[in-house]
């Protein structure tokens, strides 16, 4: 597919291209016309640090053919590879498909390792140290930028190697959301929850599910106002895994913590993303990648097998 959004671009890049070439031959034709005028010494009459002459020697006829050479090998490879604008050449060849064939090539290869484990569950390839091995590349080279290499998250990205799970934690959920993606949503709810010091309230009343620093009087103000939270959250706060919406019993907070951050996204709402890995990893990469986050919060059990 074209990296090119509008046709103007495509035809902008191809002229320059070509305009660029011909160029280069009008300026060689241009300095071949060009005649230097003749002395009895033979230089162009330049003389540099007193008793330095530039000789007045014609180029080799080799080297302005050789410059030819180019100039005409440039217009054949437009003709077989992309170069001219969204024109793909008569050769086919990408950088995609380039990728795409070393990566069925590897796929090809690598074929009986992933066969040993996919005979495997989830929970039982967790304590493969083998499959942990390509696990844990699989991790670094697509989930550590978002989450760390050490698997704890950050502001935003949930933290994997502990107990707390959006979707649910087990192998089977957390290999739907690496096949499927996953879409956090929360609305802004100001409007519902009622005015600034009802947002406030119920920021405090939050504070005090999780048992937070927090003030208590304003935070019992807050608790009817949280009724416009319960219906993802729960009245007693403590979330629900097929909505994705979080625990607030927890000390949990994976877009930061304290009154502030609470209203703010009361206030804005908040979306996040995770992007789906099926058409990025085999199916059988994903069989061990979910072992090895499973693995994550899971270790005693995972030692087991």
């Given at each position: 597919?074209?990296d090119?959004t509008?046709n103007f ?10 305009i ?6 009008v300026?060689l034709?241009?300095?071949a ?8 010494d ?5 003389v540099?640090?007193?008793?330095l002459?530039?000789s ?10 050789l410059?030819?050479f180019t ?9 077989a590879?992309?170069?001219?604008g969204a024109y793909?050449?008569?050769m ?12 069925s ?7 009986p ?14 304590g ?5 091995a ?15 290499s ?9 933290n ?12 089977d959920?957390i ?7 996953r879409?956090?949503?929360m609305p ?20 005090s ?5 927090h003030?208590?009087v304003?935070?019992q103000?807050?608790k009817?106002k ?12 403590k979330g629900?895994?097929a909505?994705?919406a ?5 000390d949990?907070?994976?877009?930061g ?11 804005k ?5 995770m ?9 059988a990469?994903?069989h061990v990648l979910?072992a090895?986050?499973?693995?994550l ?7 087991k097998f």
């Amino acid at each position: 597919m074209s990296d090119f959004t509008e046709n103007f671009w495509s035809w902008y890049v191809a002229a320059l291209t070509l305009i660029g070439i011909i160029g280069a031959l009008v300026l060689l034709w241009a300095t071949a016309r060009k005649k230097m005028p003749e002395r009895s010494d033979n230089t162009t009459g330049h003389v540099w640090d007193e008793d330095l002459r530039e000789s007045n020697n014609p180029m080799p006829r080799w080297w302005m053919w050789l410059f030819v050479f180019t100039v005409i090998y440039s217009l054949l490879y437009l003709v077989a590879y992309p170069g001219l604008g969204a024109y793909p050449g008569e050769m086919g060849w990408s950088t995609r498909g380039e990728y795409d064939a070393a990566m069925s090539s590897a796929d090809k290869e690598l074929a009986p390792l992933y066969a040993g484990f996919t005979a495997k569950n989830g929970e039982q390839l967790a304590g493969d140290a083998n499959a942990m091995a390509v696990g844990e590349r699989l991790f670094m080279n697509n989930c550590a930028q978002c989450h760390g290499s050490d698997a704890r998250g950050s502001k935003g990205f949930p933290n994997l190697a502990d107990t707390d799970w959006l979707h649910g934690g087990s192998a089977d959920k957390i290999k739907e959301t690496l096949t499927m993606g996953r879409k956090g949503q929360m609305p802004p709810m100001a409007a519902a929850v009622g005015t600034p010091d009802d947002v406030k309230n119920v920021a405090q009343y939050v504070l005090s599910l999780s048992g937070g620093p927090h003030d208590s009087v304003r935070a019992q103000l807050g608790k009817s106002k949280f009724t416009a939270c319960a219906a993802c959250h729960g009245m007693d706060g403590k979330g629900n895994a097929a909505m994705g919406a979080p625990n607030l019993t927890d000390d949990i907070w994976l877009h930061g913590w304290g009154e502030r951050a609470i209203v703010d996204i009361v206030n804005k709402g908040k979306t996040s993303e995770m992007p789906a890995q099926a058409g990025k990893l085999t199916e059988a990469q994903i069989h061990v990648l979910t072992a090895y986050t499973w693995g994550l919060s899971n270790k005693a059990a995972a030692a087991k097998f």
